[in-house]
Nanobody, 116 residues
Framework: QVQLVESGGGLVQAGGSLRLSCAAS????????MGWFRQAPGKEREIVARISWNGGSTSYVDSVKGRFTISRDNAKNTVYLQMNSLKPEDTAVYYC?????????WGQGTQVTASS
């Protein structure tokens, strides 16, 4: 069974940091571009960061540029999202998936809450 399992979320004060992890099992994702997505209450899911298959290229939505860093370790089949200077508007459930995303790979996500 192919799974992407997100972890590392939590409750932090505004200005704090969290590091999210996305561990893949059931197959290797090393040849796929990957992304981190988030969905806040009442809003559509959006992609916040993407990374090429080998980590050589990354891009971010404007609202997180300079604060979030996406990385990957293909040997561990894991993708990371380092989030610094968190703001209340970053509060959401965070998911990882391939880029573009595939429906069968959506996991449970991990809740990130930045309190003001």
């Amino acid at each position: 069974q192919v799974q992407l399992v997100e972890s590392g979320g939590g409750l932090v004060q505004a200005g704090g940091s969290l590091r999210l992890s996305c561990a893949a099992s059931g197959r290797t994702f090393s040849s796929y571009a990957m992304g981190w997505f988030r969905q806040a209450p009442g809003k559509e899911r959006e992609i916040v960061a993407r990374i090429s298959w080998n980590g050589g290229s990354t891009s971010y939505v404007d609202s997180v540029k300079g604060r979030f860093t996406i990385s990957r370790d293909n040997a561990k089949n894991t993708v990371y999202l380092q989030m610094n200077s968190l703001k209340p508007e970053d509060t959401a459930v965070y998911y990882c998936n391939t880029d573009p995303p595939r429906g069968v790979y959506w996991g449970q996500g991990t809740q990130v809450t930045a309190s003001s």
